[in-house]
């Protein structure tokens, strides 16, 4: 079942030119396209809305403030069953037990460095949506 997901190329993939490789591999599965794409420094108002599920949490500070230190990559990705397989390209949070082949196994050694997020669910995903591009449809 096509699906939209909002998939982040954070600051380090950014800052390490990853981005084309990355967006590559999104390029290359069948049937997924970009339907939007855009280079944007985040600010602290938008990650706060973004990451309020880990406001506490001990990671959370140094999060937004890594999130925000660059530009990212924001852009939403459509097809087959993209929520998911987005995760599965992306790799476990932690890029040490990430296997090889996916994008934080092969690039990441940093958990907050990982180089990607992806929406955990089409719940998320119209969530984060509205977060980044408030007026697409
Ligand atoms: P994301 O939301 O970025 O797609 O990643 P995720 O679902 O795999 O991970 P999540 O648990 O939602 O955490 C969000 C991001 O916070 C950073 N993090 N740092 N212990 C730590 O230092 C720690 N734990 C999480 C990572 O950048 C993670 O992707
Ligand atoms: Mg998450």
Known sequence: ????????????AVRRGLT???????ERKADWS???VELRTLDRATLEQHY???EGRPFYEPLVEFMASGPSVVMVVEGE???EGVRAL???TDPIAAAPGSV????????RENLIHASDSEESAEREMKIFFPSFA
């Open 1 to 12: 079942m096509p699906q939209r997901t909002l998939v982040i190329l954070k600051p380090d």
């Open 20 to 26: 084309g490789e990355i967006i590559g591999r999104i």
């Open 34 to 36: 970009l339907a939007a």
């Open 52 to 54: 309020a599920e880990h």
């Open 81 to 83: 069953r993209v929520i």
């Open 90 to 92: 992306a790799g476990p």
């Open 104 to 111: 934080r196994g092969d690039f990441g050694t940093i958990v």
